[in-house]
């Protein structure tokens, strides 16, 4: 268990609506990250972080932010919502201290958005 | 363009039988895969890896086939159980590159029946 907590798990709102999704550690890892997952294309990063206000843009990072003011919590905040943005939103974090590529990343259980 | 390619959506192999998954790429820079798993409602959970200096790597009832002239791997499973069924997703990274590179492919969803 590498100790992760998605919240909310579940969320149904509307176009053009603000959304943040939060993703919880407990383990002070330094390297978080934000995929979203959609039938037909696996798992894509939208955002990841490799420590305290430091981020940096993934494969599809249109129409999101991200924020990390703690090394325990990493935000992704749709500023207006869109229908193209439902999704299951996976968050991860890597054990490796320098983000290298022999450490698996661990997951959360994800958050089931659903935007109308 | 699609560098890491999991061409099979689905596979059903009877219980006690070997499960074939594969997975092909195309960046030749690639150099560390890993296969994770994903049952529902849950987030994928590491399985096993391998580095492009070996061509297999083994941990139980699974083992990671690597072909690097042919770039291809496969993770084989035997014998297969009912347990598990569900979806694997083949990822790949370059070496030495940060982990916001690691690419995946859209998943194959094994079922294993009794």
């Known amino acids: ?116 | 363009d699609q560098q890491v390619k999991q061409n099979s959506p689905s596979l059903s192999v009877q219980e006690g039988r070997i499960s074939i998954l594969n997975c092909d790429y195309t960046n030749s820079m690639f150099d560390y895969f890993l296969w994770y798993k994903k049952y529902p409602a849950e987030g994928p959970t590491f399985l096993i890896s391998i580095s492009s200096i070996k061509d297999k790597n083994e941990d139980g009832r699974f083992t990671v086939f690597l072909n690097k002239s042919a770039k291809h791997l496969s993770l084989h499973i035997v014998p297969s159980q009912p347990g598990d069924s569900a979806v694997y997703f083949c990822a790949a990274i370059t070496y030495g590159g940060s982990q916001g590179n690691l690419i995946f492919g859209k998943g194959t969803k094994l079922s294993v029946k009794p």
């Open chain 1, 1 to 116: 268990d590498a100790g992760i907590t998605q919240s909310p798990r579940h969320k149904v709102t509307e176009t053009g609506t603000p959304v943040t999704l939060r993703c919880h550690q407990t383990e002070n890892h330094r390297y978080m990250y934000w995929y979203r997952q959609d039938p037909g294309h696996g798992l894509r990063l939208i955002h990841y972080s490799y420590g305290v206000k430091d981020t940096d843009k993934g494969e599809v990072s249109d129409g999101y932010s991200v924020s990390r003011s703690k090394t325990e919590d990493f935000l992704l905040t749709l500023e207006s919502a869109t229908s193209s943005q439902t999704s299951v939103y996976f968050c991860a974090i890597s054990v490796s201290l320098t983000g290298a590529s022999n450490q698996p990343q661990h997951f959360g259980d994800g958050t089931r958005l659903s935007i109308l």
